[in-house]
């Protein structure tokens, strides 16, 4: 099977920022490539960080890849700015990335070819004579050079560059269209088929239910489920609407008996001008928190209902639970509220300004056996502050604090930005730090730097941002999903941070960034900048991701409230793109069973 790695050029609807990454396709049955991931990049350059901790985006043009010498893989590309052109800062170098099956890559860093010269293009392959990689490359006089290096991770010990004949450096034979074609490889087989169904979305291939079951009563037979076989060899257990009109549960016998599955599939938006969502069950009812764009994003406005359409269906029931309040100095951004369980008190975690524009991270406490739907029996809100009873900050934004408890140690993240709309902006950044269950508005350890907004997907359309994060904690690894991108506009997208349950959190160095967005623009259909995204389970145990996006591929937008399931894989990893048809296909939700009735 062949692959080719390639960028895109870029338009209107897919920028620079993303068109200048790593992008990769294999050929199908035909022998035409297909691109994987959606046509979306899967390696972007990691931007700089100048001394006065200001971003400078990067992008990459040229990639190569090739097989290493130990059955892997390796891709090398040369590093530019954030439109594509030489980049003084990355003059003589190139970027190297090592993969064992690409699917996951290392970044291997940057590789040092030469002082003065800018790359042009590279490429690399291993040398079985001299037992080392050869790096050969083209200024942009049109003079080619080669470096040696024996262990591609350590890049840093590579051979001064000797001067080299030309080369005609071998580009795909079918480029895709609208694309600068890079090389193309031949793997095996198995090698290229898994490659390929890493990097297609996982889909519904089949349901499976039992051929019979035996019953007593109606509501046993309720509690038959159906299992969703999907792509990837992975399962979904499924409720079913059984029909079961006709059958007398109160007589033995046999039934043929008609259902459909379930699905979790409701209608977009749910609602309009509300984002950032939550939703909280609590004591038998969904409660549905927002930011309200429909009101400027003043006050704290919250849904209550029996059931998860009930809060979306037309009138609903809701309250403002804080408003405007020039006493407190509320008065702007009443942003991103959500629900928090913390020592068995329920809280509010939100962001909010006063007269002088600026958010800050606060919190508030439902009273003892209070009512969610009465502000009156809400705490007065307090600004999160750190150890010594400062401030998170006194010179910059916070805002999107979530809270986490995982092996004992409670955590909260939050956003914090500073010098926004000045030269001097850091871009949001993502925070870390433990705090005490029973007093959760002081931190007990100082803040640690997370994540940054260093890959282009996350710096783009002059947005730099991490921003939204989100725990969803599993058996085994503690996963922050968190927003990148234009917040208000097309390219918002949500990542992953990543570490192992039982881990250091406040080591930063112990989290793992995934490359590539987990729901982009590119994930659903039309829906647009999914992003700032939470979790919750209902009644049945399913876990369900809600997030805010657009009806339209716009700069600026609406943003709407979605939700839809989240997907376990076949490895147990969490995704986020299982949706619709791809979840349950029509084709497939239409069941029979032979019950049998038997005697109570």
Not at 27 to 55: C, H
Not at 529 to 535: D, E, K, W, Y
Not at 569 to 598: F, K, M, W
Request: proline share 6%; hydrophobic share 35%; glycine share 10%.
């Amino acid at each position: 099977m062949k692959l080719t790695v390639y960028t895109r050029l870029p338009n209107q609807d897919y920028t620079a920022s993303l068109s200048n990454s790593v992008h990769l396709a294999c050929a199908d049955d035909s022998g035409e490539f297909q691109p994987l991931n959606r046509n979306y990049g899967l390696l972007f350059a990691m931007a700089t960080v100048d001394e006065d901790d200001v971003i400078h985006e990067k992008g990459l043009k040229n990639p190569y890849v090739f097989p290493t010498s130990g059955g892997t893989f390796g891709i090398v590309a040369v590093r530019v700015d954030a439109l594509g052109e030489e980049d003084d800062e990355s003059r003589g170098q190139i970027l190297l990335w090592t993969s064992p099956d690409l699917i996951s890559f290392e970044y291997q860093g940057l590789v040092p070819l030469d002082r003065e010269r800018y790359v042009q293009e590279a490429v690399c392959g291993f040398d079985s004579t001299s037992g080392q990689y050869e790096i050969r490359w083209q200024d942009n006089d049109g003079c080619w050079y080669v470096n040696r290096l024996a262990d591609l991770r350590k890049p840093e010990l590579i051979s001064p560059p000797e001067p080299a004949e030309p080369i005609a450096v071998e580009r795909s034979a079918q480029p895709l269209p609208g694309t600068r074609p890079g090389n193309e490889i031949t793997v095996d087989y198995a090698i290229g088929h898994r490659v390929q169904r890493a990097w297609t979305p996982v889909h519904n291939t089949g349901i499976r239910v039992a051929e019979q079951v035996s019953v007593r009563s109606a509501d046993e037979l309720i509690t038959v489920r159906a299992t969703a076989v999907y792509s990837d060899g992975s399962t979904a257990d499924k409720q079913v609407a059984w029909d079961t009109e006709g059958i007398d549960f109160t007589v033995p016998g046999t039934y043929t008996v008609h259902g459909k599955v379930v699905t979790h599939d409701l209608p977009f938006p749910l609602a309009s001008g509300y984002a950032d969502p939550v939703i909280l069950p609590w004591n038998g009812r969904y409660y549905f928190l927002a930011t309200n764009d429909n009101v400027g994003d003043i006050g704290i406005y919250v849904r209550v209902a029996d059931t998860l359409l009930g809060l979306f269906a037309p009138g609903f029931q809701e309250a403002v639970i804080l408003d405007l309040n020039e006493e407190l100095n509320f008065i702007q951004t009443f942003w991103a509220p959500e629900f928090h369980l913390i020592g068995g008190e329920l809280y509010i975690l939100f962001a909010v300004g006063g007269k002088v524009w600026g958010p800050q991270c606060h919190l508030m406490k439902l009273n003892q056996g209070g009512d969610i739907m009465n502000a009156a029996d809400w705490s007065t809100p307090v600004r999160v502050r750190r150890m010594d009873g400062t401030p998170l900050t006194e010179n910059g934004i916070t805002l999107d604090m979530t809270y986490f408890k995982a092996d004992e140690t409670s955590c909260v993240v939050w956003s914090y930005r500073k010098g926004i709309g000045t030269p001097l902006d850091t871009g949001s950044m993502l925070y870390i730090a433990t705090v005490n269950e029973a007093d959760p508005a002081v931190l007990t350890s100082e803040p640690v730097l997370l994540s940054r907004p260093l890959l282009g997907w996350e710096n783009v359309q002059g947005t730099i941002n991490n921003e939204g994060p989100y725990p969803l904690i599993t058996d085994d690894t503690v996963y922050i999903a968190y927003s990148g991108g234009a917040a208000t506009g097309y390219t918002y997208a949500v990542g992953w941070l990543s570490i192992p349950r039982g881990g250091d959190y406040l080591d930063a160095g112990a989290w793992s960034k995934a490359g590539t967005p987990a729901l982009s623009y590119y994930s659903l259909e039309e829906i647009y900048g999914p992003g700032h995204n939470s979790f919750f389970q209902d009644v049945d145990g399913t876990v369900l991701v809600l997030y805010h996006g657009e009806e339209q591929l716009v700069k600026h937008g609406t943003r709407c409230s979605a939700m839809h399931r989240v997907h376990f894989n076949s490895e147990g990893r969490p995704l986020l793109d299982v949706a619709n048809e791809r979840d349950v296909h029509p084709d497939y939700a239409d069941c029979v069973i032979q019950v049998t009735v038997q005697s109570i």
